[in-house]
């Protein structure tokens, strides 16, 4: 009987240790982190989803990076010398950084990763383009991509990046860029080891066999869907810096079962929605962390009805966005005032970029309705549909569109068509192809200036799926791009945006906060809304 006794209180207390929050029990050699989406893959040319770029940043190290406390320091790169005019960046590798096959990481693996950007015509040349890191030559480049020409192996080298031997890397821009440091912490400069990429070719970044790595981890096992692993690189040229062993990421996961793993201690961070911020709202490991996405809605320009600015601005007056914020959302997001959130971007004059623009979005149920009559009368219409379309497969989308439908449904005029599908089929298919009226959609900053988020609505960019064109936003964000004075370029950007808002060439919904749970007995996980999350100085406490 007392051996039963004795038993029956062993499981009890087993059982009451692991609700108790996050602990991994014993083991303070391994990190959990649960993610809602899937890794698309670790191509540096091709990944743009958080969750890819998380595995990148892990296995890989560029030029520079984040430190422990989230500033940008130097990592492949010893040292940097900069022109006196600002325009040529000059870097000195470190020699004792290795690919994980051995080879050394050489100023010729940074030019191959950047040219071949080009070659497959990459997600990212725009960011080596004018206005970005304005790379000489560059911008030709794009031009050419995006006039449908075929590139030559001279017109590749003719880009501002050249390996003057093998530990020295030269960057010629065309006008003096004051976050390019910070730019070189963004994957799509990270380097590649060039005989391992090619032996790979398409399948290159699909599989943890077919990623060659120089960072803090690396992948040891990738199942799509459903998990990635990590192990400790012992090579790497920090490597008293990391201080766990493994690092699993659990793929694709549903937050309330996430946040059951997390509560059974089987995970150590689990991102939760907003229906399940109340039940956990007081517990210790409850965190809200301001990511720096902005929410909003693209608007397809090539519809009659949106592309009439009375019917934009009923749709944004429609949308009582602090509402959404505070009382369906509950995560830590804010109402959005304009396109760039606030703490994105810094002035010249230490001033941030939201709050010297001022606030452009405002709710009116009234002055909505008044806008769609005006917008209604124009058309010669006595109503309209307007289709939401928005990923299942992406919280918080579903409920955002559902917000959105309620909002547009009290205006009289207005009938609304929720269209539901993936993420993958939201961007790639439906906003690639203009298939689609109102698209909820987001998008995070890749560095800490204006341009992360005002290029999007660029005439010519990629990303511009809604068609909107403005001359005089072009104009402004074309002489941003070739101002070498600081001070007015802020100025030109801040009118850039005022034209973009005053358009709504798209419109803003809401700047992201993520309600999450955190194990309390780790520290040194790296957040910063510019930056992709940092796992390397993690450390877990028993």
Known sequence: MKK???????????????????????????????????????????????????????????????????????????????????????????????????????????VYAWQRIFRKKGS???????????????????????????????????????????????????????????????????????????????????????????????????????????????????????????????????????????????????????????????DESFKQVPEGFLYYLSVNFQNEDLANANIRQAVSLSINRKDLCEKVLKDGSSAAT?????????????????????????????KAQQALDRGLKELGKSEIKLRITYGTDESPMDVIATYLQNSLSKLKGIKVEMVATTKQDRIYNKQKNGDYDLSVTRWGPDYGDPTTFLTIDISTNSNNYGKYVSSDFDNYMGQAASESDARVRWQELLEAEKVLMTDLGSIPVFEKGSATLQNTKVKNLVIKPCNVLSFQYVEKTE
């Open 4 to 110: 039963i006794l004795s038993l029956f209180l062993c499981c009890l207390m087993v059982l009451t240790l692991t609700g108790c929050g996050g602990s991994s029990g014993d083991d303070i050699t391994t990190y959990t982190y649960s993610s809602e989406l899937d890794i698309k893959n670790l191509d540096s040319s091709d990944a743009d989803d958080g969750c890819s770029l998380k595995a990148i940043h892990a296995v890989i190290d560029g030029l520079t990076k984040t430190d422990k406390k989230g500033n940008i320091v130097n990592a492949v790169a010893k040292s940097e010398e900069l022109s006196e005019d600002g325009l040529t960046h000059t870097y000195k590798l470190r020699k004792d950084v290795k690919w994980t096959n051995g080879d050394p990481v050489t100023a010729h693996d940074f």
């Open 124 to 282: 990212y040349y725009y960011m080596f383009a004018d206005g970005i890191a304005s790379i000489e030559g560059a911008q030709e480049l794009s031009d050419k991509i995006d006039a449908g020409e075929e590139l030559t192996d001279d017109d590749l080298n003719s880009m501002g990046v050249k390996a003057i031997d093998d530990y020295t890397l030269e960057v010629k821009t065309t006008v003096r860029v004051s976050f390019f440091d910070e730019l070189m912490a963004f994957p799509c400069f990270f380097p590649i080891n060039e005989k391992f990429c090619e032996k790979q070719g398409d399948k290159y970044g699909k599989s943890a066999k077919a990623i060659l790595g120089n960072g803090a981890f690396i992948m040891t096992n990738w199942e799509p869907g459903s998990i990635a692993e990590f192990k400790k690189n012992d090579d790497y040229y920090e490597a008293k810096t990391v201080k766990i062993e493994k690092l699993v990421m659990k793929l694709v996961q549903d937050p309330k079962v996430a946040a059951q793993s997390f509560m059974a201690g089987e995970t150590d961070y689990a991102p939760i929605t907003s229906d399940l911020v109340d039940k956990y709202k007081d």
């Open 338 to 366: 304009g396109f760039i959130p606030k703490g994105v971007a810094t002035s010249p004059d230490g001033k941030d970029f939201r709050e010297e623009s001022g606030t452009y979005i405002t709710y009116s149920q009234s």
